[in-house]
């Protein structure tokens, strides 16, 4: 599963706040980060909004984490782009969730979602900082997210 572009972007650019720590310009975050510099103020706008980031304009504005890395989950992040998240672009209506078969699909794609959402609550920027510093495999990472 791929990533759309703005969640992809908003995690990067939350992780390179996290790791630089202070304000950090738009031109900064973009040069580093390889996000149009344009899109990246477009996303700034919608993690300002979602309580993720604070944004100062002018010369020495930028940007910077509202929150600790530990505070802000991907989910929080996935949240903040996506603004038709929870609802499936053609969900099954009337007759069709009321048969067997379409009950079992709308309770399948419920599943779904919760466990996606449920998931990314679960990690942390701080824990994908903590990830690559280490340097951490899948099944090292997703054991520690788990608690197990």
């Known amino acids: 599963m791929k990533l759309k572009a703005s969640i992809?972007?908003?995690?990067?650019?939350?992780?390179?706040?996290?790791?630089?720590?202070?304000t950090c310009s738009s031109k900064e975050i973009a040069?580093?980060?390889?996000?149009?510099?344009?899109?990246l103020i477009q996303l700034g706008l919608k993690l300002r909004n979602a309580g993720l980031i604070n944004a100062r304009p002018g010369k020495n504005g930028g940007y910077t984490l509202a929150k600790?890395?530990?505070?802000?989950?991907?989910?929080?992040i996935v949240a903040a782009?996506?603004?038709?998240?929870?609802?499936?672009?053609?969900?099954?209506t009337g007759k069709h969730v009321e048969d067997t078969i379409g009950g079992k699909v709308a309770n399948a794609n419920a599943l779904i979602s919760s466990?996606?959402?449920?998931?990314?609550?679960?990690?942390?920027?701080?824990?994908?900082?903590?990830?690559?510093?280490?340097?951490?495999?899948?099944?090292?990472?997703?054991?520690?997210?788990?608690?197990?």
Do not use: W
């Open 68 to 76: 600790e890395p530990s505070e802000v989950s991907i989910h929080q």
């Open 115 to 148: 466990s996606v959402d449920m998931f990314l609550g679960q990690i942390t920027i701080q824990d994908l900082l903590d990830a690559g510093e280490q340097k951490e495999g899948k099944k090292e990472f997703f054991s520690r997210i788990q608690g197990e």
């Open 81 to 92: 782009f996506e603004e038709t998240y929870k609802n499936p672009r053609h969900p099954l």
């Open 31 to 39: 040069e580093h980060m390889d996000i149009p510099r344009d899109y």
């Open 8 to 22: 992809d972007y908003g995690v990067r650019a939350m992780m390179y706040l996290a790791i630089k720590g202070g």
